[in-house]
């Protein structure tokens, strides 16, 4: 990549880090400071030629939010997840009103993704308009979220640990059981 290309970038990144959505801004508030599982986050994060929204790099896991602009440049974001999924990140997506509207489900299905390998979508999917919930670059149905590894009726939020004294939503130990 030339040097003007990743300056362009993170002057982007900067530029999306300080002008967050204010979906972005609330799923940012579980995820900073290891307190979700105890996994180190980054917003704004350069991957390639692309910059995702949030980071970890261990596990390796992306998570797109995704506004209604994006329903127009679904073969963009199809394009963008293969590259991004290259580079063995697992990619998930919601729609900004899942985060605000639904942060529990939005957080059990990242919590899912962190501890259950959801595997990758068949190169053969087709990417279509985005539905209520989304794992590893492809949406899925409300009805699928339901059957989704028994997530949708979560207890107590299996991601939420209200008895740590680290203030965590849940702990690092919690990732190997």
Request: glycine share 4%.
């Given at each position: ?11 982007n990144?900067?530029i ?8 972005e801004?609330?799923l940012?508030?579980?995820l ?8 180190k ?20 896991l ?11 440049q679904?073969e ?16 998930i997506?919601f ?5 605000l ?40 149905t ?18 939420a ?17």
């Amino acid at each position: 990549m030339r040097k003007t290309e990743t300056l362009n970038l993170r002057r982007n990144a900067k530029i999306l880090r300080s002008n967050m959505t204010e979906a972005e801004r609330v799923l940012w508030y579980y995820l900073r400071a290891k307190r979700f599982c105890g996994i180190k986050f980054y917003r704004q994060k350069i991957v390639g030629n692309y910059i995702a929204d949030f980071l970890s790099l261990n596990p390796r896991l992306i998570i797109e939010l995704d506004g209604s602009q994006h329903a127009e440049q679904i073969e963009y974001d199809r394009i963008r997840t293969t590259y991004l999924e290259e580079q063995q990140f697992t990619v998930i997506r919601f729609w900004n009103d899942e985060v605000l509207r639904n942060i529990n489900m939005v957080l059990d299905v990242i919590f899912a993704a962190i501890h259950e390998n959801i595997p990758s979508p068949s190169e053969n999917l087709r990417f279509s308009p985005p539905s209520p919930v989304s794992v590893r670059g492809e949406y899925i149905t409300g009805k699928q979220y339901e059957t989704l590894s028994n997530y949708s009726r979560p207890r107590s939020h299996r991601w939420a640990s209200s008895s740590s004294a680290s203030g965590r939503l849940c702990e690092t130990d919690d990732l190997y059981r």
